[in-house]
C-alpha cells in the first residue's frame, strides 16, 4: 500500500518591515495619545491662560490710564502682547508636568518598547504642546483685541508674530521636556517653573523696554530668547518702526533685524529640541 504525502503550504514569511508602523501613523498616534491625555486634564489648558488674560484684560487697560505710550505704542496693547511672553512658556512648562506623569504613572515603558523611534515620543509631545498653546494664544488675542488693543498688521506682519510664537514655544517646550526628564518629582519640577518661565518675562520688555534697565541687564536681556521673540510679535502687530528690535540690533533695516531675531530664536528652538530628545533618550535607558 502506497501512502501519498502532501506538503502542507508553507506561509510565506512576511516581511518584518509590513509589521513595523510607519513613522506618520505612529506620530498621528502618539499625537492623538498625547491630546486625549491633555483633554482629560483641563488645567492644562486653562490655567495657563489665567494670568495672561488677568493682565491682557485687567491689569494693562488699568495701566494704559496712567502709563503712557511706549515708542509710539499704546501701552495697552504694548502690555496684552508681552503678556504672550508669560503665556507660552507657562503653558509649555504645564505640558512637562504631563511627561513626568506619563513616566510614573502611564504607558510611557509600553510605547519605549514600540518600534518607533524614541525622537518621535518628544515629537508627539511637542506637537500637542504647540495645539494648546495655539488655542490659548488665540484665545488671549482675542480677549486683548475686545478690551481695546490695537493689532494693525498685514500678512507678513502676522507671518513674523506667528514664526516667532512657534519657535518661542518650540524652544519652552524643549526646556520643559529636558527638565521633565531630568527631574524625578513633581513637587521638584513646579519648583523651577518661576525660575524658567516667569522670572525671565521682567526682563524681556515684557512691560518696559529693555532700554530703561541698566546695561548690564540689558545686555542680559539681549541673550534671552523671549527678548528676540517679544520685539518680533510686536514688530508683527503693532510696532511698525521696529523700535523694539533697533533696542536689540541698532540696526536701520527692520527687515534686518527681524531676520537677525528670527534666527536667535530659531537657534534656541533647535538646540533646546535636540537637548530634549538626547536627554530623554538617557532617561529612557534607566
Not at 31 to 59: D, H, K, N, Q, Y
Not at 79 to 105: E, K, N
Not at 193 to 220: E, K
Not at 270 to 281: D, N
Request: net charge positive.
Amino acid at each position: 500500500m502506497t501512502t501519498i504525502t502532501t506538503p502542507l503550504p508553507v506561509a510565506a514569511a512576511r516581511p518584518a518591515s509590513a509589521t513595523k508602523p510607519s513613522r506618520a501613523a505612529a506620530f498621528a498616534t502618539l499625537v492623538r495619545r498625547r491630546m486625549l491625555l491633555s483633554a482629560r486634564t483641563p488645567r492644562e489648558i486653562l490655567v495657563p491662560l489665567l494670568t495672561p488674560v488677568l493682565f491682557a484684560a485687567v491689569i494693562a487697560p488699568a495701566l494704559a490710564k496712567t502709563a503712557h505710550a511706549v515708542k509710539g505704542i499704546d501701552y495697552q496693547s504694548y502690555v496684552a502682547l508681552g503678556t504672550v511672553g508669560l503665556l507660552l512658556p507657562i503653558s509649555c512648562m504645564f505640558a512637562g508636568i504631563g511627561v513626568i506623569i506619563d513616566r510614573q504613572q502611564g504607558a510611557q515603558r509600553d510605547l519605549l518598547s514600540a518600534p518607533v523611534p524614541r525622537s518621535l515620543l518628544v515629537v508627539g509631545n511637542l506637537a500637542v504642546a504647540l495645539l494648546i498653546c495655539g488655542l490659548q494664544l488665540g484665545a488671549l488675542i482675542a480677549v486683548a483685541a475686545l478690551r481695546g488693543s490695537d493689532f494693525r498688521t498685514t500678512l507678513t506682519g502676522t507671518g513674523w508674530f506667528a514664526m516667532a510664537a512657534v519657535l518661542l514655544a518650540v524652544t519652552m517646550y524643549g526646556a520643559a521636556e529636558t527638565l521633565a526628564n531630568r527631574i524625578e518629582k513633581q513637587e521638584e519640577y513646579i519648583g523651577a517653573v518661576p525660575a524658567i518661565a516667569i522670572v525671565p518675562w521682567f526682563f524681556a520688555g515684557s512691560l518696559f523696554p529693555i532700554s530703561s534697565l541698566p546695561s548690564p541687564l540689558a545686555a542680559f536681556a539681549k541673550v534671552l530668547p523671549l527678548t528676540h521673540a517679544l520685539a518680533l510679535m510686536r514688530y508683527g502687530l503693532v510696532d511698525h518702526r521696529a523700535s523694539g528690535l533697533r533696542e536689540i540690533w541698532g540696526w536701520h533695516n527692520p527687515s534686518a533685524m527681524a531676520a537677525a531675531s528670527l534666527a536667535v530664536v530659531a537657534t534656541y528652538a533647535v538646540v533646546f529640541t535636540l537637548v530634549s530628545v538626547k536627554v530623554f533618550a538617557r532617561a529612557a535607558v534607566r
